[in-house]
């Protein structure tokens, strides 16, 4: 199935530092991705999106960049803050998965040390 | 702008009990809402997606008769879980599509089964 019950990996970074979380996707189809955050107790907030005409796109201190013929995603977190410590998600979705699911990946937790 | 909400956040019930979930769009109408469950340290498990006026579609190995799933308008769809057993204690967290990809999760509902 498309989500594993693994435990998730983790990714330590220090404050200021940059942080880059990668993600492979499954569907060579998937035409939209997705990057959400999700806090402890929370349900998942989105971040930054990219479609698949796209290879790279910014937002406010993030940047996603999409590789298809490798499906891989990352997203990139400059000056990685202790507010950014949660559980990151890969999503992808779109012509390939029938009425708009999202297939979400295993996550990545993200710890910010002071 | 679009917020989704869900009710009750935490609920504990007794084991052979039903217990309803709400999953309500605030500011947009949804004609999908999708239905996830997720354990401690794990990815979304995609359930059902809702579709607004008709009956929602199962994934694969999830129980249609133990989770019934109800949308009967376009800002509110409800998940109850029939004869809860311990083993269904879980996060679960909805979603309301609100174009053709865009997904806005609710806050989940705890979900502990004694």
């Known amino acids: 199935g498309e989500n594993v019950g693994l435990h998730l990996p983790t990714l330590s970074v220090q404050e200021g530092d940059n942080s880059i979380i990668n993600c492979a996707y499954s569907?060579?189809?998937?035409?939209?991705f997705i990057w959400y955050k999700q806090e402890s107790g929370k349900g998942p907030q989105f971040i930054i999106d990219?479609?698949?005409?796209?290879d790279k796109r910014q937002g406010q201190r993030v940047t996603v960049l999409l590789n298809k013929t490798v499906k891989h995603l990352s997203l990139q977190i400059a000056a990685t803050q202790p507010g950014d410590s949660a559980v990151y998600f890969c999503?992808?979705?779109?012509?390939?998965?029938?009425?708009?699911?999202?297939?979400f990946g295993q996550g990545t937790e993200l710890s910010v040390k002071p | 702008g679009a917020v989704v909400s869900q009710h009750p956040s935490r609920v504990i019930c007794k084991s052979g009990t039903s217990v309803k979930i709400e999953c309500r769009s605030l500011?947009?109408?949804?004609?999908?809402m999708f239905w996830y469950r997720q354990f401690p340290k794990q990815s979304l498990m995609l359930m059902a997606t809702?579709?607004?006026?008709?009956?929602?579609?199962?994934e694969q190995g999830v129980e249609k008769d133990k989770f019934l799933i109800n949308h009967a308008s376009l800002t509110l769809s409800t998940l109850t879980v029939t004869s809860a057993h311990p083993e269904d204690s879980s996060f679960y967290i909805c979603?309301?599509?609100?174009?053709?990809?865009?997904?806005?999760f609710g806050p989940g509902t705890r979900l502990t089964v004694t």
């Open positions: 979603s309301a599509r609100a174009g053709s990809y865009e997904q806005y």
């Open positions: 569907n060579s189809a998937s035409d939209y």
């Open positions: 990219i479609r698949s005409n796209m």
């Open positions: 999503a992808e979705g779109g012509s390939g998965n029938q009425g708009g699911k999202l297939i």
């Open positions: 500011d947009f109408q949804a004609t999908t």
């Open positions: 809702s579709n607004e006026g008709s009956k929602a579609t199962y």
